[in-house]
């Protein structure tokens, strides 16, 4: 499967209620598994962004349709892009 990775922003209703976080992010890896999706690994960061996730999904639909539905609950931004694994970087190259 793609795998995506999420950089996270929490917005001001998410800081405010960041002790719900943990319960936040089960129901999130819960609606990845829902989605044939799966919530690899999460990061809380420092710098930039305030956490990073990593995940793999069968295709963008879904990935677009979990960002949305995340986005919905108001607690955080999100920002997702491709990763290309190195097997898959290399099969890219290749072929130019």
């Given at each position: 499967m793609p795998t995506y990775i999420t950089l996270i922003?929490?917005?001001q209703k998410g800081v405010e209620n960041i002790?719900?976080?943990?319960?936040?992010?089960?129901a999130a890896r819960q609606a990845f598994k829902a989605a044939g999706a799966d919530l690899k690994t999460f990061y809380?960061?420092?710098g930039q962004?305030?956490?990073i996730a990593?995940?793999?999904a069968p295709n963008d639909e879904v990935v677009a349709?979990?960002?949305?539905t995340t986005?919905?609950?108001g607690?955080?931004?999100?920002?997702?892009?491709?990763?290309?694994?190195?097997d898959e970087y290399r099969k890219i190259i290749s072929s130019l």
């Open positions: 922003n929490f917005t002790k719900e976080g943990a319960k936040r992010l089960d809380l960061v420092m962004y305030d956490a990593i995940s793999e349709k979990l960002a949305l986005a919905a609950g607690n955080v931004r999100t920002t997702t892009s491709r990763a290309f694994t190195e």
